[in-house]
């Protein structure tokens, strides 16, 4: 979708329980391998609060923990990207600290975040957490990589207000997803590879983990965002909601009648990366 055809103007519903949010959030796709090499989607899982949500995406933008912390919503058209699809190694993922993965004990466990994929059984899900930039350059809406417009403070963390670098002056929303796969049908060690490796793999042929990606296009009507940034709001009672169910309803129908959840022999599109080194 180019930029000249923002959300707003396109889109007739939204799935946000903020009725003014059309933004596109997006993230691979979690399979599960069997021991037979076929593939099985692993379904979300809701989040607190959530528990009537189709999906179990929950999207947060954070305005700053300190007191006088200011930040400049994203403009129309803005758009960006965070990871690298073809990373296979911590080296390689050390450059994208802010992707991470929490192994669940319960619905509330946020803490023992890894780069890498949980190499043990998680008691309620892997969460994949996404924490985009919080730095922009104040001109491009967009780059060719999707990512030279926006950066990461220069020291320390967007939470304690660490400044930007001089190259991207303007503050922005901490934008951060928390995506909870229910890996819980697949955590019987039987079920698992023979040599003890973790069976998941991101849709892109990707069974480390340092794959991780996020993208996003902003797509809010007129001020909302920068009026819930200005009031440092939870619920936001200031901005038009809808609730869950009438979300739900917010559905594109099909366009191929095709089985995707069953049990597949090959991941769509991608062939099998056996050897990572």
């Known amino acids: 979708m ?23 959030y997006w993230t691979a796709i979690l399979y599960f391998r069997a021991r037979n090499g076929t593939y099985i989607r692993v379904p979300q899982k809701q989040n607190l609060g959530f528990e009537q949500a189709n999906g179990g995406m929950t999207v947060y933008y954070i305005p700053g923990y300190l007191p006088n912390s200011k930040v400049t919503a994203f403009a129309p058209g803005f758009r960006m990207l965070i990871g690298n699809p073809n990373y ?10 802010q992707l991470t993965y929490t192994c669940l004990q319960n619905i509330l466990t946020r803490t023992g975040e890894t780069l890498d ?7 309620a899900g892997i969460m994949s957490n996404v924490r985009f930039p919080t730095c ?3 001109k491009n809406l967009d780059t060719p990589d999707h990512m030279s417009h926006v950066a990461y403070p220069v020291m320390g963390m967007f939470e304690t207000n660490a400044p930007c ?16 796969w229910d890996t819980t049908s697949f955590n019987k060690k039987e079920l698992w590879p023979e040599d003890g490796s973790q069976p998941f793999v991101w849709s892109q042929g990707d069974k480390t983990g340092f794959g991780n990606h996020g993208d ?11 009026k819930a940034m200005d009031t440092n709001c ?9 609730s869950l169910a009438e979300g739900n309803k917010c559905a594109k129908a099909r366009m191929v009648r095709e089985d995707i959840d069953g049990w597949l022999d090959s991941i769509p599109g991608q062939p099998m990366e056996e050897n990572h080194h």
């Open 136 to 138: 922009w350059d104040g």
């Open 2 to 24: 180019p930029p000249s055809s923002p959300p707003p103007e396109t889109a007739t519903c939204t799935t946000c329980t903020f009725a003014d949010d059309f933004s596109n």
């Open 216 to 226: 996003y296009v902003f797509g809010w009507k007129g001020d909302a965002l920068q």
């Open 117 to 123: 994929m949980p190499t043990k059984p998680c008691a």
């Open 234 to 242: 939870d619920r936001c009672p200031q901005l038009r909601s809808q």
């Open 165 to 180: 670098p001089a190259s991207h002056p303007v503050k922005i929303p901490q934008l951060f997803y928390e995506v909870i």
């Open 88 to 97: 296979r190694t911590m080296k390689e993922a050390m450059q994208f600290r």
